[in-house]
């Protein structure tokens, strides 16, 4: 599989390494806003973003490595007109307007684009389709962290003023003390979680105004208690450099004929490297994506749409052999 990399950033970086260590993955090439000569790899050559159209017949699979806040709704379906393509668009409240935006791209040029791979969404969405089929009569709840989001510091430092930015999601532990125990509460998402940012103004910067539009950010932070911290670059640097992340899938559910027995279902990650780990989940998924366009299945998908053996370098045999 030819893959190119589309964006090198945090994730970008990660899609390399992970392609480092996948015998059956080429990279035909980093494509990048910024001048390639100012770029360093670990080894693939770099390019400048608008020279990716000359490379159409080396590349299978494009794997776009931007941000979801302002990059990813443009990017997507522009780049699925001309390339089968996987992104990991995370803005829960707007991916069905994303996916159409992408799906009239792909379709129109028989492209595969699947949209919004990596772990939330993506394979929490599938533990959350699976659990509930498995428990219809129960209650999802999902957790995340305490860990850094790259989508919200990346909304972060999209704001006018802010230089560099951390974000974490914090889980408020009362909450997910009670899901765990069985006790079925009404949870809000203020209820749920909270958001802590550590932010780096410029020079002169209304730090007012910043922290303003950070609380008031919709579907970001509107909705929960925010706490922003301004601090120098060299704390951010000392304190905040990791990119640590994790969290629970929790389906609470009866079975009986008057729901008598209880049952909880818990999938948990713990990742050391949030965006390694999300550029490990967009490269599986670029595999499946080969696959289903040379099956000619063209459009938008997600995470839903896929068999796990399309996710798996092993064949029917070796799958039912050895991992069911």
């Given at each position: 599989m030819k893959i190119a990399i589309y964006g090198y950033g945090n994730l970008g970086k990660g899609v390399e390494c992970a392609a480092m260590h996948d015998d059956s993955v080429t990279i035909t090439g980093v494509f990048t806003r910024r001048a390639p000569e100012?770029?360093?790899t670990c080894g693939a050559p770099v390019y400048r973003a608008d020279e990716i159209d000359r490379f159409q017949k080396e590349i299978d699979v494009v794997i776009i490595c931007g941000g979801s806040a302002t990059d990813l709704p443009q990017?997507?379906?522009?780049?699925?007109?001309?390339f089968s393509v996987v992104d990991s668009f995370d803005t829960h409240a707007k991916i069905p307007e994303h996916f159409a935006a992408v799906n009239a791209a792909a379709k129109a040029a028989n492209t595969t684009a699947l949209i919004s791979a990596g772990w939330d969404p993506g394979?929490?969405?599938?533990?959350?389709?699976?659990?509930?089929?498995?428990?219809?009569?129960?209650?999802?709840?999902?957790?995340?962290?305490r860990g850094v989001s790259q989508g919200h510091s990346d909304a972060i430092r999209r704001i006018e003023g802010v230089l560099d930015a951390r974000q974490y999601t914090?889980?408020?532990?009362?909450a997910l003390t009670a899901v765990r125990m069985g006790e079925n509460p009404t949870l809000t998402a203020r209820q749920k979680h909270k958001r802590e940012c550590y932010v780096v103004a410029k020079e002169g910067a209304d730090k007012a105004e910043i922290e303003r539009q950070i609380v008031t950010m919709p579907h970001y932070f509107a909705d929960y208690d925010t706490t922003v911290t301004f601090i120098s670059?060299?704390?951010?640097?000392?304190?905040?450099?990791?990119?640590p992340h994790g969290g629970s899938v929790i389906r609470t559910g009866n079975t009986g004929t008057s729901g008598e027995h209880a049952h909880v279902i818990e999938y948990s990650l713990k990742l050391d490297s949030n965006p390694e780990f999300t550029a490990s989940v967009l490269l599986a998924y670029a595999h499946a994506v080969c696959k289903m366009n040379a099956r000619g299945d063209y459009g938008a998908k997600t995470v839903l749409h896929v068999s796990p053996a399309d996710l798996s370098p092993l064949s029917e045999e070796e799958l039912l052999a050895h991992y069911l």
């Open positions: 100012t770029v360093t990017m997507t379906p522009a780049l699925a007109s001309r394979m929490f969405s599938v533990l959350r389709v699976l659990s509930g089929a498995i428990l219809p009569q129960g209650t999802d709840y999902t957790f995340w962290g914090v889980p408020v532990e009362n670059a060299e704390e951010l640097k000392q304190n905040h450099g990791g990119m």
